[in-house]
């Protein structure tokens, strides 16, 4: 059994920055990617960005690339979201997510999920 604890999230202004993180307990990783979703009222949860436990290789939806960085620290068990150059449509509840996945962006392959993080992007 895996859980996942998401922290981080906060009232920001736009155009400023955010790092989220999340904490992996129960088990290790290898062959397993993690990734971040996000869900904001009315609307599904979507895909934000992925990376593969084991090589690093990381994975991005087009409204966040070259703003937004995924990356690891396999001593924490951690992966991290730093969010740079906010915007109001990047508001929305972030979620982590872990599982033996090949389609990285598709969110009914992930079995494990934190409860969430709230993100408010507001002037």
């Known amino acids: 059994q895996v859980s996942l604890v998401e922290s981080g999230g906060a009232l920001v202004q736009p155009g400023g920055s955010l790092r989220l993180s999340c904490v992996a307990f129960?088990?290790?990783?290898?062959?397993?990617?993690m990734a971040w979703f996000r869900q904001s009222p009315e609307k599904e949860r979507e895909f934000v960005a992925a990376?593969?436990?084991?090589?690093?290789?990381?994975f991005y939806a087009d409204s966040v690339k070259g703003r937004f960085t995924i990356s690891r620290d396999a001593d924490k068990n951690t992966v991290y979201l730093q969010m740079n150059n906010l915007a109001p449509e990047d508001t929305a509840v972030y979620y982590c997510?872990?599982?033996?996945?090949?389609?990285?962006?598709?969110?009914?392959?992930?079995?494990?999920w934190g409860q969430g993080t709230q993100v408010t992007v507001s002037s």
């Open positions: 997510a872990a599982g033996a996945v090949r389609s990285f962006s598709d969110r009914d392959r992930y079995p494990y």
């Open positions: 129960g088990r290790t990783f290898g062959g397993v990617a």
């Open positions: 990376e593969t436990w084991t090589d690093g290789i990381t």
